[in-house]
């Protein structure tokens, strides 16, 4: 069964409060990297600078900033100045605009915080951007046209893995590694797989009036698994062992 996600306004991808920062509708929170003790950011276009929810600093193209953990508190230095929090976040001054890490670009906004006396990066970012940088990585674009609707069907499942996942951790929702789902950022996004999140905007599974539980993989080798004898997920209806036709579909 097929259902709209209420309230998702993707088609705005923010809008603006106090001191004009940007908050998401449904979003998500990707790890990026963790167990850092320093790291180094270099901008190429204009960015701000919000530490503990407050706005604070502007940066500007060629600024660099060294964030680092001190005193049990995030600590940002920029030229001559010292900022520090709890938590520190970076937004484009252009909405349009991307920011960056690691040589990739991503939409939304960029977190730092400490979690274990040591650095993660979270990239949060509405839902419907996040698929976009999913799918391609995960499926690609080689089947092209010839099997859009497939292209469509497995967008729906990413889509529901990555609602499955909200709020179960703390600090953020999903890995941007195998641990969950690949996500490549903009810098993935293709024009085919960006039109199959747009053609099924909001739609994710559902049974007997609950979001579903849902696991996808490369291969199945010809035949699936009861979800039980691999994950502690318990019983679930739908999720039986079945063969993949002879030979094998998959």
């Known amino acids: 069964v097929l259902v709209l996600l209420k309230g998702c306004s993707t088609g705005v991808r923010f809008t603006e409060v106090s001191q004009d920062k940007p908050v998401f509708h449904?979003?998500?929170?990707?790890l990026l990297d963790s167990g850092k003790d320093l790291i180094s950011l270099t901008f190429s276009s204009s960015k701000i600078i919000y530490i503990d929810n407050k706005r604070t600093a502007s940066l500007k193209k060629g600024d660099k900033l060294f964030i680092t953990y001190v005193n049990k508190k995030v600590?940002?230095?920029?030229?001559?100045?010292?900022?520090?929090?709890?938590?520190?976040?970076i937004f484009t001054a252009d909405k349009k605009d991307l920011v960056s890490f690691q040589n990739k670009k991503y939409r939304g906004i960029l977190r730092l915080i400490a979690v274990n006396n040591r650095l993660s990066v979270i990239n949060e970012l509405p839902l419907e951007d996040y698929i976009k940088g999913v799918v391609p990585m995960e499926m690609g674009v080689a089947a092209s046209e010839k099997r859009y609707e497939a292209l469509k069907a497995f967008t729906i499942a990413a889509r529901t893995y990555a609602v499955m996942n909200l709020k179960?951790?703390?600090?953020?929702d999903v890995f941007s590694d195998v641990r969950d789902q690949v996500?490549?950022?903009a810098g993935s996004e293709r024009v085919l797989t960006n039109k199959a999140v747009n053609e099924t905007k909001n739609l994710i599974l559902?049974?007997?009036q609950t979001n579903a539980t849902v696991f996808y993989h490369a291969s199945c080798g010809?035949?699936?698994e009861d979800v039980g004898n691999v994950f502690s997920r318990g019983n679930i209806p739908y999720l039986k062992e079945i063969n993949d036709g002879n030979p094998p579909n998959c």
């Open 26 to 30: 449904k979003p998500i929170r990707v």
């Open 75 to 89: 600590t940002a230095k920029l030229g001559n100045r010292i900022l520090s929090g709890n938590s520190i976040e």
């Open 168 to 172: 179960t951790r703390n600090t953020f």
């Open 183 to 185: 996500y490549g950022g």
């Open 206 to 208: 559902r049974h007997n």
């Open 222 to 224: 010809g035949s699936t």
